[in-house]
Nanobody, 118 residues
Framework: QVQLVESGGGLVQPGGSLRLSCAASGFTFSNYVMSWYRQAPGKERELVATVTFAGRSTNYADSVKGRFTISRDNAKNTVYLQMNSLKPEDTAVYYC???????????WGQGTQVTVSS
């Protein structure tokens, strides 16, 4: 059974930091490109960051460059999103996503709420 379980969301003040985690199971984690997406109320889901199989290559949305860092630990089947200098506009539900380049399958987590507010 495939599972992506996010954790680490919560309420933080502007300028603060959070670290999201996504624990994967039920598939060969190292064969999947991992990403974080987010969806704010009334807006479409958007891609935040992506990390390739071994973690050597990353990409970020312009809105988070220099503030967010995506990483993965293939030994722990976990992908992380370190979020620094958080802004109110970062408020959203954050989703973990796995894309199998070879398998063609993709999976979503259930999401974790991040709220940036004073």
């Amino acid at each position: 059974q495939v599972q992506l379980v996010e954790s680490g969301g919560g309420l933080v003040q502007p300028g603060g930091s959070l670290r999201l985690s996504c624990a994967a199971s039920g598939f060969t984690f190292s064969n999947y490109v991992m990403s974080w997406y987010r969806q704010a109320p009334g807006k479409e889901r958007e891609l935040v960051a992506t990390v390739t199989f071994a973690g050597r290559s990353t990409n970020y949305a312009d809105s988070v460059k220099g503030r967010f860092t995506i990483s993965r630990d293939n030994a722990k089947n976990t992908v992380y999103l370190q979020m620094n200098s958080l802004k109110p506009e970062d408020t959203a539900v954050y989703y973990c996503h796995a894309r199998g380049v070879l398998s063609g399958y993709d999976y979503w987590g259930q999401g974790t709420q991040v709220t940036v507010s004073s």
